[in-house]
């Protein structure tokens, strides 16, 4: 997921370096998952100042290559709002934009990929478990990829993102390196939602 315009790259999802952004479009969309406190709608323009922040903070991008470059930071606002896949992750008791999770298609080993990026100030509440679930439950039948089931690619260094794929019954299946880094590929689990918060 290296090339797309709105999640990470080198992280938290991590397609092959060099590989064209896949063509796919998710079959389910566009779609909007609730969970037990957040709604997950797809990227609006509203939201691009919460993206670019996400892109351009160094606390979000310690484990994706650092911040984002300006002129790269100006093409992904022109183009981040509609993406198929993308969703802003949404705080229903006060409408806050938290975060946003990324599914897409052929990622690093064709399977379906997810990845996440969360604002600083709402790390350690749990609302990165409830919409990754969310999003990797309805990746399952959403998202048609060449090799079926959903994965996640993180660097082996983060260990926060690590903790965070084992929580949801993610099974650590191949590391490797990529962007000068080690990196490890996890797979969800075939069935089921992944713990976390039901979907409604």
């Known amino acids: 997921m290296q090339p797309m315009t709105v999640g990470g790259d080198g992280g938290n999802t991590a397609a092959a370096p060099g590989r064209a952004a896949p063509a796919r479009t998710p079959v389910d969309w566009p779609a909007t998952l609730t969970t037990a406190r957040l709604?997950?709608?797809?990227?609006?323009?509203?939201?691009?100042?919460?993206?670019?922040?996400?892109?351009?903070?160094?606390?979000?991008?310690?484990?994706?290559?650092?911040?984002?470059?300006a002129d790269v930071v100006r093409v992904r606002e022109r183009h981040c709002a509609g993406v198929p896949g993308a969703f802003?992750?949404?705080r229903d008791e006060?409408?806050?934009?938290?975060?946003?999770?990324?599914?897409?298609?052929?990622?690093?080993?064709g399977r379906t990929e997810v990845s996440y990026q969360?604002?600083?100030?709402?790390?350690?509440?749990?609302?990165?478990?409830e919409?990754?679930?969310?999003?990797?439950?309805?990746?399952?039948g959403g998202v048609r990829s060449p090799v079926p089931g959903v994965a996640a690619v993180t660097q082996r260094a983060n260990s926060r993102s690590r903790r965070l794929l084992d929580a949801l019954g993610a099974v650590p299946a191949e590391d490797f390196v990529a962007w000068g880094e080690p990196q490890v590929l996890y797979v969800f689990p075939p069935t089921g939602p992944a713990e976390g918060g039901p979907v409604r």
Do not use: M
């Not at 790390?123 to 990165?128: Q, S, V």
């Open 131 to 140: 919409a990754v679930a969310a999003v990797a439950g309805w990746a399952r």
């Open 94 to 109: 006060d409408g806050a934009v938290l975060g946003l999770v990324v599914a897409e298609a052929d990622g690093h080993d």
């Open 39 to 69: 709604t997950l709608r797809p990227v609006e323009q509203a939201d691009v100042p919460y993206a670019v922040r996400l892109w351009t903070d160094p606390r979000v991008r310690r484990y994706l290559g650092g911040p984002v470059a």
């Open 88 to 90: 802003a992750v949404v």
């Open 118 to 129: 969360f604002l600083p100030e709402h790390w350690g509440r749990g609302y990165a478990r």
